[in-house]
C-alpha cells in the first residue's frame, strides 16, 4: 500500500494557461474524489468517482475545470484558462466502497500569477 | 446543505495538558464523521472515524465521541505533546451525500 500519490506537488502557472494535475489512488479503492482547500479553510469537494464513473460535481466546479478517471484507475483534473482565484491547493483522496475511511494524499499547490 | 463549525479557531497549551476540541454540524442525518489532522503544507491524515450509531472511538491517547442528535463531536486529545501541533478537521457525511463536508479546522500548538 503506496498511499495517495499527487503530481506535480507545486505548480506555478501564469493566468490563462492549462494545468492539469494527476492522482493516483490506493490500488483496490474504487472510490476518488478531488478537493479544493485555500488558506485556513477545510477542504471543499468538487467532484468523485465511482471506479470511472463521475457520479457528482460540486457548482464549484466551473466548465473551466475537468476531471477523468479511465478505466477506473488514476485520475486527472485539469483546469483550463487559469484564473487567480483557482490558487489552491487540490486534494486528492481515495476510499474503498463509501462512506469508509477516505484516505487523501499530499495534495497539488497551485499559484496562478 | 449541510454546515460544520469548528470551535475554538485556534488553541495553545502547554505540554501535558488534556484537551477538547469541539465540531458542530447542522443536519443530524449523518452516516459517519471523521477527524483529521493536517501538518502545514501537507494532506490529511485520518485519525477516527466514528459510525452514526456509535457514541465514541478511542486510538491511543485520543478519544472522539458524537452526539448525532445535538450535532455535535468531540476530540479528547490526553496528556498532549509537541509533535500534536497541526490543524484538526472534523468531516461529516450525510445518509443520502456521497462526499463528506469539511468545518474549517482547530489550529493546535503544543508549546514545550
Known amino acids: 500500500d503506496t498511499g495517495v500519490s499527487q503530481d506535480p506537488r507545486h505548480k506555478i502557472t501564469k493566468r490563462g494557461q492549462n494545468v492539469t494535475f494527476r492522482c493516483d489512488p490506493i490500488?483496490?479503492?474504487?472510490?476518488l474524489y478531488w478537493y479544493r482547500q485555500t488558506l485556513g479553510q477545510g477542504p471543499e469537494f468538487l467532484t468523485y468517482?465511482?471506479?470511472?464513473?463521475?457520479?457528482?460535481k460540486s457548482r464549484l466546479l466551473s466548465d473551466r475545470f475537468s476531471a477523468e478517471r479511465p478505466k477506473g484507475s488514476f485520475s486527472t483534473l485539469e483546469i483550463q484558462r487559469t484564473e487567480q482565484g483557482d490558487s489552491a491547493m487540490y486534494l486528492c483522496?481515495?476510499?474503498?466502497?463509501?462512506?469508509?475511511?477516505?484516505?487523501f494524499g499530499e495534495g497539488s499547490w497551485l499559484t496562478v500569477v | 446543505k449541510q454546515e460544520v463549525t469548528q470551535i475554538p479557531a485556534a488553541l495553545s497549551v502547554p505540554e501535558g495538558e488534556n484537551l477538547v476540541l469541539n465540531c458542530s454540524f447542522t443536519?443530524?442525518?449523518?452516516?459517519?464523521l471523521q477527524w483529521f489532522r493536517q501538518d502545514p503544507g501537507k494532506g490529511l491524515t485520518s485519525l477516527l472515524l466514528?459510525?452514526?450509531?456509535?457514541r465514541e472511538q478511542t486510538s491511543g491517547r485520543l478519544n472522539a465521541s458524537l452526539d448525532k442528535s445535538s450535532g455535535r463531536s468531540t476530540l479528547y486529545i490526553a496528556a498532549s505533546q509537541p509533535g500534536d501541533s497541526a490543524t484538526y478537521l472534523c468531516?461529516?457525511?450525510?445518509?443520502?451525500?456521497?462526499?463528506?463536508?469539511f468545518g474549517p479546522g482547530t489550529r493546535l500548538s503544543v508549546l514545550p
Open positions: 466514528i459510525q452514526s450509531s456509535q
Open positions: 443536519d443530524s442525518a449523518i452516516y459517519n
Open positions: 468517482f465511482q471506479n470511472e464513473a463521475q457520479l457528482e
Open positions: 490500488s483496490e479503492h474504487n472510490r
Open positions: 468531516a461529516v457525511i450525510g445518509n443520502y451525500g456521497q462526499n463528506f463536508v
Open positions: 483522496a481515495s476510499s474503498l466502497n463509501s462512506p469508509n475511511t477516505i484516505y
